[in-house]
């Protein structure tokens, strides 16, 4: 089955600088990736989804990168904020004939921002 | 925050009983899922429901249960064959067309004693 590995599990950055996750995939039928983002104590919510037709996407502070061959998609943000400190996951789309938007998720990447 | 609830928000269980968590959605989403969530883990699939009275398993289904027979619900059943249950619980939906969204409840932290 699908399985996302995830890296770094913890990023340390000053404000201001840019911080950059990144995961692989093992199927190469998922084509649906999306990043989510987990305050402490809240929910995981929605930050950025890419479909596997697009090679990049971008939403103000934060772009998200597919490399299809290659089976890896990368999340960047750019002039990082303490606000920004939260746990980040990505995830991959189980193959459509088998779940549809069902999603398998990485481990995880705690960011601290520091001001 | 509204759209998708779960209770209890703390559970404490003893070794060998069954417990049920709750989800329910105002959404109107076809799809519902639970995921399961411990340090360092991520958020590991366990069941998810495309539609009404139908379900299949994730990649930790072994000891959990599920049932789905109303849209806007999809109680989770933690029995005693799951052999580490301590954990904190996420249930979200979505709709079930193309690459969607899920959106998640506020999450069940269950702890056994």
């Known amino acids: 089955g699908e399985n996302v590995e995830q890296h770094p599990s913890t990023l340390s950055v000053q404000e201001g600088d840019s911080a950059v996750i990144k995961c692989t995939y093992s199927?190469?039928?998922?084509?649906?990736f999306p990043w989510y983002k987990q305050e402490l104590g809240k929910r995981p919510q929605l930050i950025i989804d890419?479909?596997?037709?697009?090679g990049e996407k971008k939403d103000q502070r934060i772009a998200v990168t597919l490399n299809k061959t290659a089976k890896h998609f990368s999340l960047h943000i750019t002039e990082t904020q303490p606000e920004d400190s939260a746990v980040y996951f990505c995830?991959?789309?189980?193959?459509?004939?088998?779940?549809?938007?069902?999603?398998?998720f990485g481990k995880g990447t705690t960011l601290s921002v520091s001001s | 925050d509204g759209g998708i609830t779960q209770s209890p928000k703390y559970l404490f269980r003893k070794e060998g009983q069954n417990v049920t968590l709750s989800c329910e959605q105002n959404?109107?989403?076809?799809?519902m899922y639970w995921y399961r969530q411990d340090p360092g883990q991520g958020l590991r699939l366990i069941y998810y429901?495309?539609?009404?009275?139908?379900?299949q398993k994730g990649d930790i289904a072994e000891g959990y249960s599920v049932s789905r027979e109303k849209k806007e619900s999809f109680p989770l059943t933690v029995t005693s064959a799951q052999k580490n249950p301590t954990a904190f619980y996420l249930c979200?939906?979505?709709?079930?067309?193309?690459?969607?969204?899920?959106?998640f409840g506020p999450g069940t932290r269950l702890t056994v004693l």
């Open positions: 995830a991959a789309s189980l193959p459509a004939n088998q779940a549809g938007t069902a999603l398998i």
């Open positions: 979200a939906s979505s709709t079930w067309t193309g690459y969607n969204e899920q959106f």
């Open positions: 429901s495309q539609i009404v009275n139908d379900f």
């Open positions: 199927d190469s039928a998922s084509n649906y």
């Open positions: 959404l109107n989403h076809d799809a």
């Open positions: 890419i479909r596997s037709n697009v």
